[in-house]
């Protein structure tokens, strides 16, 4: 049985965290560079474990992290869902009446997807900023508020006007939610555990796709002369979106040294198993050197650009629906043939992240292989005879395959920037080319390409066949680091960097908010 102190002399006895042996500690050598930092500019982690060099007890972080699972985990798959479904209600509602009764016409349709990303795009970069200076989990419970508000207004809407701002507004909310989900993540998880994690709450985009087809096909449904089924369907969504804001900001955690459900031991552990294991957890101030660094950086581009290829496609999220009507079914087999597609998602993320976490280092290849059904997919659409309904109606759920690419993406980006500042400039960078895709994409299905729609089948096929070569490429990249490091290290041209705090008390890298070029001990995950 052990004691541990923290900062606050708070005594905690505990079999999981065990006294460190003092021979285990290095007191120094030729490569050994020891540095005196200050704990206000290193990681807020840093603070609230200074001076614990004990040995965690696997099997009680795996408790930890099965209690954090449970809590945080639960939340944020259900807010994807439902961000999914409200961000798709323009493209349920267009085989429900929405055209016909605000007198839509393709061009304005077409916008109405635009202006969502445009907003999303121009306020990016501002809700990064907000998520790093203010409480996260406060910060998306605000927007999610806002945005429940904003999609129950949609149903008051009687032309292009009204509905244009509304989806202006719900743009701007919606930036807040996956980078702030990145981020949280990142707090909680390791580089491993974060890329499962990741692809369980974006597989609730499936979910949130059977959903809509179900609610899409009950209202469709309603006895005529009520309101109309687009409305209550736009008012459900709404209601729903704005009880998850509560939600939110009562249960969700701002970091581990915040989480209500953890004692203080068990935060402890929470941040110590991270060690050597992820990107830190969090720094409110902001590092112009670390902004400058992401954007000389190579990375951060390349996942920018590999998001605004890979979601060139993502505008069949609005079209489907008018896809797959054109082709002779009914509204009400249209409404449960997209349900398809919501299966093949979660079928696709959750196998994906299962192989990455049973083959280590294997992002990039598994990202590039899920690409080549979509390949095929692309193939079919521009050369099979529009007589073909059931072949081109399997070339678009084929489409669906290549989900897990971005999704590793989103993981891998994170895992690969270091520093708080950075991390998060990377990850907008990356979320910037997500809108850059999204807004340029709905602007390929012009009413004069109807009903075949050659010209965008191959700008989709052309972003199915570069997304998995840049995948590999970034992969083959991040290799040669790694292997350039070991080099280093071996040779011995890398010393062993030491850091302490103020009062001599010695502070791990994880926790400093160094970048992953200033700490060269780091290794990029594959």
Not at 42 to 47: C, G, L, M, Q
Not at 347 to 371: D, E, H, L, M, Q
Request: glycine letters at 8%; a neutral charge; charged letters at 15%.
């Amino acid at each position: 049985m052990s004691a541990i102190k923290d900062e606050k002399n708070l005594e905690m006895t505990s079999t999981s965290v065990l006294p460190a042996h003092p021979g285990d500690v290095e007191v120094g050598g030729p490569n050994v560079e020891k540095h005196k930092i200050a704990l206000a500019d290193a990681d807020e982690a840093a603070a609230f474990v200074a001076g614990f060099h004990g040995e965690i007890d696997p099997k009680e972080a795996d408790r930890i992290r099965r209690k954090i699972d449970w809590h945080i985990l639960p939340l944020m798959m259900t807010l994807y869902f439902v961000q999914f479904t409200d961000k798709t209600t323009l493209g349920s509602s267009s085989i429900l009446g929405i055209k016909t009764d605000t007198h839509l016409s393709a061009t304005e349709y077409n916008w109405l997807g635009t202006i969502f990303y445009l907003a999303y795009l121009i306020f990016e970069w501002p809700q990064t900023l907000g998520l790093q200076k203010f409480p996260p989990g406060k910060w998306m419970a605000c927007n999610i508020f806002v945005w429940s508000v904003v999609l129950c207004c949609h149903a008051a809407c009687t032309n292009f006007a009204g509905l244009f701002v509304c989806r202006f507004f719900l743009g701007v909310c919606e930036g807040s939610i996956t980078a702030g989900f990145l981020i949280v993540t990142s707090m909680f998880y390791t580089h491993i555990e974060a890329t499962r994690r990741v692809g369980f709450w974006f597989l609730n985009n499936g979910c949130a796709q059977i959903f809509s087809g179900l609610v899409s096909f009950g209202v469709y449904h309603l006895p005529p002369g009520g309101i109309a089924a687009w409305r209550v369907y736009m008012i459900i969504c709404g209601l729903v979106t704005f009880v998850l804001s509560v939600l939110f900001w009562f249960f969700l955690p701002d970091n581990p040294m915040t989480a209500y459900f953890l004692t203080q031991e068990e935060k402890i552990i929470a941040i110590e198993r991270l060690r050597d294991q992820s990107t830190g957890i969090e720094n409110k101030h902001w590092k112009r050197e670390q902004f400058i660094e992401a954007l000389k950086d190579w990375k951060p581009w390349a996942f920018a650009i590999f998001a605004a290829i890979d979601n060139l496609p993502n505008s069949l999220t609005n079209q489907s629906a008018l896809i797959i009507n054109s082709f002779g079914f009914t509204v009400g087999q249209t409404t449960l043939l997209g349900m398809v597609s919501g299966a093949i998602e979660i079928i696709t993320i959750y196998s994906s992240t299962w192989v990455i976490k049973k083959v280590p280092n294997s992002r990039g290849i598994v990202g590039a292989c899920y690409f080549i059904p979509n390949i095929v997919s692309g193939i079919m659409m521009v050369s099979l005879p529009w007589t073909s309904k059931g072949g081109l109606l399997a070339a678009v759920y084929l489409g669906g395959l290549g989900t897990p690419g971005f999704v590793l993406s989103l993981s891998w980006c994170a895992s690969t920037n270091l520093g708080h500042t950075k991390k998060t400039t990377c990850n907008a960078m990356l979320l910037i080319g997500y809108c850059v895709g999204n807004l340029v994409a709905p602007q390929m299905w012009l009413a004069q390409y109807s009903p075949r729609y050659y010209i965008p089948w191959g700008v989709i096929l052309a972003s199915y066949t570069i997304c998995p070569i840049m995948m590999l490429g970034i992969a083959w990249g991040l290799r040669r680091e790694n292997k350039r490091r070991d080099r280093l290290t071996a040779s011995g041209e890398i010393k062993v960097e030491k850091f302490y705090d103020e009062n001599g008390q010695e502070v791990d890298a994880t926790f400093l908010d160094l970048t992953d070029r200033e700490n060269l001990a780091f290794r990029y995950p594959l």
